[in-house]
């Protein structure tokens, strides 16, 4: 897998749109990088950009946009209502795929060296690049903020880990590190109180509050949340008070745990919440979790589309009062999937018929498969979702939510593979068309169709193993599923089987032109056997829909 990061810079400048641009057109000026967010705030005077790309190409990109930020912010007339430091506050790295936290931390060492050396910025280390964990926290760091460094950066202990020991008036200083994945998340209070949103931050976040005892020490309690930062702060653009969080590992306190936390702790004070914000790109699975978390809590299936998850996650934590909450522009998959792997899928029906009728030769039966195999779970988690709700059975509503869920998962798996068959088809279609004058042309050509044509074998094989497994959910309706819905889960037992027939079809007519005949024998026995199976499976579930039916 290659190598993927993210860079999350953080510029002191939320207000002048011209300068915030100018630093972003270094980002994408750099091959091999996409700037996937910005997003400027005014009344705290900073600007969160988000891009991801391969190590190299982020570090170059991080590096010019920290030397423009250093050319056009001035620190010496910043005001906001964030802790900053300098031009480039802070700029973390974080692994994506393909690559360690440790790896990561290199190239975070590598950027902070350049930066020091080249810029003759004063540069900190902090989180997994800071090998002093007694300096490796971002708020210990910091604190004293850019007007208290002309003094703290003259101490011993506080000498920068690259770059000039005085402090830049104009540019300030930065922090640069690698972490895990950050959420910057705020919830929005029906107060104007400062003091009353802190108090609230010091009940849930992680460091808690001091408190004088009796005997005058000082004793910390800590807060109902782990992995959470938090302050309180007044944003005079909205007029109200917020809790500003962020979620350092949202494996371990997620997004709607953190809400309903807040929530809780607001309450006992006398303050409601109504709503929050997402600052900044969130992982798919925060939104996904938190869309379950709230239908579990009513009771309600969580098997529904992901759409609709994000919808109930959006509605249930207030994410759009402040503004609109666009998924394709928030969600960090979202932003990096391709629109040509998903091409057939968004046509609308009518388009994938006509498509389909066309005289191209894609998509074809490989695509066709996989679609019918979608639609025959889609209707099996239907069931399971119209039992789950049904009136009297509310006793069983998480039997049959778990039922949608695994139907979910087919679903998404097989309409992943409709554009994914037409790509093998098209990858082939390439592979033909390759040069052959030389031996070598000859050889790399011939090469790039047998890998091809693998990947073409595999892709429908993938289907039948799909539709297959998805029978188990159609069977389950089938037998206990709301009995009104019995002739869709036959329906679906149909399609299931002609998806599985159909891909069959298509591998061992892609397997016909590999040269790996150990291989080729053995996916042609296992679909054999797969479509076996599933013609067995078929008439069970076709005896129980017609003994319901009755007629």
């Given amino acids: 897998m290659q190598p993927i990061i993210e ?7 939320g207000a002048d749109l011209n300068i915030i641009k100018q630093i972003t057109d270094q980002v994408e000026s750099v091959e091999g990088v996409r700037l996937l967010n910005v997003d400027p705030g005014k009344a705290t005077n900073r600007t969160v950009v988000t891009f991801v790309g391969n190590p190299e190409a982020v570090i170059e990109a991080a590096f010019l946009a920290i030397k423009k930020a250093g050319e056009l912010i001035d620190m010496t007339k910043h005001r906001g209502e964030h802790p900053r430091m300098g031009a480039t506050d802070v700029c973390p790295l974080v692994p994506i795929s393909g690559i360690s936290m440790e790896e990561t931390a290199k190239y975070a060492q590598k950027l902070a060296k350049k930066v020091g050396e080249e810029l ?14 007694k300096r490796s926290n971002l708020s210990v760091i910091r604190a004293g903020e850019y007007e208290g460094f002309f003094k703290k950066i003259k101490q011993p202990e506080w000498k920068p ?32 109180s400062t003091r009353r949103a802190n ?7 992680e460091a808690g509050r001091k408190l004088k005892t009796e005997n005058g020490e000082f004793k ?8 959470v930062k938090a302050i309180g702060w007044y944003i005079e653009e909205y007029g109200v008070a917020q809790i500003s969080m962020n979620l350092t590992n949202i494996n371990i306190t997620p997004v709607h745990i953190a809400f309903d ?26 939104l996904l979790e938190a869309g379950k978390y709230f239908l579990k809590k009513q009771k309600r299936s969580t098997g529904v589309s992901e759409n609709e998850l994000i919808k109930i996650a959006v509605k249930s934590m207030g994410l759009d009062e402040l503004g609109p909450f666009k998924p394709e522009e928030r969600i960090i998959e979202y932003m990096l999937r391709s629109k040509a792997d998903s091409k057939l899928v968004n046509m609308s029906l009518s388009d994938f018929a006509d498509e389909t009728a066309s005289e191209s030769p ?6 066709i498969a996989a679609y019918t195999g979608a639609l025959g779970v889609s209707l099996a988690t239907m069931v399971a979702n119209l039992s789950s709700h049904k009136k009297g059975w509310d006793d069983r509503w998480e039997e049959f939510s778990n039922w949608a869920d ?6 998404k798996e097989l309409i992943r593979l409709v554009d994914a068959d037409t790509k093998a088809f098209n990858q082939i279609m390439t592979a033909f068309g390759l040069p052959k004058s030389t031996e070598e042309e000859k050889a790399t050509r011939t090469k790039a169709i047998q890998e091809a044509t693998k990947f073409a074998i595999d892709i429908p094989f993938k289907v039948m193993q799909a539709s297959y497994d998805s029978m188990e959910v159609i069977k389950a309706m089938a037998a206990t599923g709301n009995p009104n819905s019995i002739s869709d889960a036959g329906v679906g037992a149909l399609c299931a089987r002609s998806a599985v027939m159909g891909a069959f079809m298509n591998v061992r007519i892609n397997a016909a032109g590999y040269d790996d005949k150990d291989f080729v024998a053995d996916i042609l026995n296992r679909g054999r056997e797969i479509e076996n199976k599933t013609i067995a499976l078929e008439a069970e579930i076709l005896k129980i829909v017609d003994g319901k039916i009755g007629n």
Avoid: M
């Fill in 161 to 192: 880990d690259f770059g000039p020991s005085t402090f830049d008036a104009n540019r300030g200083g930065t922090v640069i590190g690698a972490r895990d994945f950050l959420v910057a998340y705020n919830v929005n209070l029906n107060t104007t």
């Fill in 406 to 411: 695994k139907g979910e998962l087919y679903k």
């Fill in 199 to 205: 108090a609230i931050a010091f009940d849930v976040r």
């Fill in 261 to 286: 936390e807040v929530c809780k702790k607001a309450e006992a004070r006398g303050i409601r919440v109504t709503g929050s914000e997402l600052v900044g790109l969130v992982p798919l699975h925060a």
């Fill in 362 to 367: 894609a998509p074809g039966g490989g695509s």
């Fill in 120 to 133: 003759q910025i004063p540069v900190y280390l902090y989180e997994a690049a800071q090998p002093d964990k």
């Fill in 220 to 227: 910390t309690i800590p807060g109902s949340l782990k992995s």
């Fill in 7 to 13: 860079c999350v810079p953080n510029f002191s400048e």
